[in-house]
Every structure is written in C-alpha cells, then in structure tokens.
C-alpha cells in the first residue's frame, strides 16, 4: 500500500513534519474495495472520510419512486463520503458504490477528531478542502439552473477529466439530469464540430 | 453597535482569550444596510463574508430567463455570503439582498486570511461553520428529490423559525421550488388540521 498522493496532496495545502506525517499514516486506515462494492450504504453511518488512491466512484441518491439521482463521482485524488452522516454520525441519504476497483485511505470519525487535537494545522486543511467541494455544489446547482445541456456535459468533462471512459453512459446522463439518449445526441453533435 | 452577538457565537464553537477577542474584532467591519439594498450583486467579487446582527437577507441566482432562484435566507446568527466569489475572489453567481433594514458584521476576505494566522484556532471555527453549510446544502437536494412540497415546508419553516412573518410568500414559494397559488394551498390545509 502506497499513501504518498494522500501525503502529497495534503502538502499541497498544509506543510507537514515528517512526525506529523507519521502521527497522521498511524491513524489512516488503507481498504481495498472490489467492483461494485459500496462504501457507504443509505440507512447505515458513515463512519470513514475517503482519500481516494486508486479506482472510481459515484454518490447517489435513490427517490422514493426508485429512480437513482447521481450527485457526484470520485476518482483519484478526490475525497468521498456521506459528509452530513460522518460529521453528526445519523444515518446516511447517500450511497456510495464503487464502480471500479478502488484503493482507499480512510479516516475514521473519532480518529479525525484526534488528528485535529494532535495537528490543528489539519483544521486548515479540512476547511480548505470543505470549502471547495461546497463551492463545487453550488456551482453545480448554478449550472442546473442557467447552462442547456450540452454545456454542462462540456463542465463535466473538464471536471472530470478522462471519466467518460471509465464511466456507462447512462451514468453520466443521470449526473447531467438527462436522458441517455440525449447524452449520445449531445455527444454525436460535438464529434461533428471537431 | 453591538459586536456581542458575533462572540457568543463563535464561543459556541472555539474558545477566543480577551486578546483574541480584541484581534478579532479590530478586523471586523459593521455596517447597517437598508431594506432593498444589496451586499453582494452578481457579476462582482463578493468582499466580505457576513455574520448577521439584526435583520433578514435572500440569496438568490437570477436564470437566464430573467427567472429568479432563491438559494437561502439569512437571518439574525446566521452566515451570508457568495462563498465561491468569496473564496475566489472572482465575480459572484449570487445576488445576497436585504429583506429589512440589516446590521452585518464583515470579514474582508485579506483581513480573515491574516486572522487565521494570527488566531489558527479560527480554522476550527470556520471548518465547522462551513460544513454545517454544506450538509444543509445537501440535505435541501436531497429534500427537492424526495419530500413532497408539503413536507418541504415544514422542513423550511423547522429551519427557519418565524420567518415565515417575516418575508413575503412568492419569495418562501421561490425557496420551495413551487407557484404562490399551491403554497397557500398548502397553508390553508396546514391550517385546517391544527
């Protein structure tokens, strides 16, 4: 197991010691997830933050008519969680699935809360990072409300860049709120004006 | 002006020393706005990010059908801003208006980065304030998919009390996603099965 890109992206905001690196690895926990797997289950706690090493994943929600809502995918170096489950431990809205085999860094809730005591510069960093995923929902929400389609699907790639590859199409629809069908129509379009 | 409030609050969370205190509060700005004035207008870079002293605020997004989005309400103890802008110091999505006459208590975005150097714990404070934000943000899309306009009423009115006198009802429909018509519809009921 290799957390060097937990460590690296970690330095990108925040500079650690070489004991504060250790403290922090001592209290990560490394899983690795198959295909299909879920990572969080709605109904039961969140009880990890997710770094993501390696692999691939989609948070969902499931209405009460069965319909699945993608609200976002994780792939390396993203973080992934039902936040509001993991922050006040109740049971989680989301579901999140591995769609890939994924490698994970995990904090658990009470181990983050220890880190915090024993690096507080990590509140800097969570903030940060917190920060930017809130930033990125209201940006998605903007999104909704004032790009058509096509324009959102161009958001998305260079959101997520190369993830129209490891990724089914009807996914990606159900992320853009479409239909799969005018997914391949928006796609087909754009390999037209290249 | 009375910066009390502003205190008390933030002692809910972190434990300032009269020195932090005095720090503090020689970087906040206070300022009184009036009923229809505006703190943040889309299009500029949101400055400040607001504690709320007295008084009432909607943040809204206007679509590109000229059709307004009201994404929250601020009221007294409450945070306000366009967080993106902010943090970005790019223009803002947002548009963050007063309802009634308002007292704010400011952050400049240069003055709250060199507060978080001078007091770190301040880190903590906003790292929870901001995931609060986020799971609230969360919590109102998973709401939009699965709660019928009824329950998403009382959810609102559980999250804001007594706003309900305080703000007109196209505007509470606005937040809710649906016309004037079916949200009095909807009180009306409310009223009978008291």
């Known amino acids: 197991m290799n957390l060097q890109p937990l ?3 970690i330095n990108q905001y925040i500079t650690l010691t070489p004991e504060e690196e ?3 690895l001592a209290k990560v926990r490394y899983r690795k997830y198959l295909k299909g797997q ?4 709605s109904g039961d706690v969140c009880k990890y933050e997710n770094f993501v090493l390696s692999g691939c994943l989609k948070t969902f929600y499931i ?3 069965g319909q699945e809502h993608i609200v976002m995918f994780a792939v390396e170096n993203w973080w992934t969680a039902d936040l509001g489950s993991f922050i006040t431990q ?3 809205d989301f579901n999140v699935q591995c769609l890939e085999n994924t490698e994970l860094a995990q904090f658990a809730h ?3 809360e220890q880190l915090y005591q024993e690096i507080p510069k990590l509140e800097r960093f969570f903030r940060i990072i917190i920060q930017k995923a809130f930033v990125a929902s209201q940006k998605r929400v903007v999104n909704s409300f004032s790009l ?3 324009e959102r699907y161009l958001a998305f790639k260079k959101q997520y860049p190369q993830i129209d590859q490891r990724v089914p199409q009807y996914m990606i629809a159900s992320y853009l709120g479409i239909t799969k069908e005018f997914l391949s129509k928006i796609r087909n379009q754009l ?3 290249q």
Request: hydrophobic letters at 50%; charged letters at 25%; glycine letters at 0%.
């Open 110 to 112: 009470e181990d983050l």
């Open 22 to 24: 250790a403290t922090l």
């Open 38 to 41: 879920f990572v969080v289950q």
């Open 63 to 65: 209405d009460p008519e």
């Open 7 to 9: 460590l690296a992206y």
């Open 191 to 193: 390999i037209l004006e």
């Open 90 to 92: 109740n049971p989680a």
């Open 148 to 150: 058509p389609a096509k």
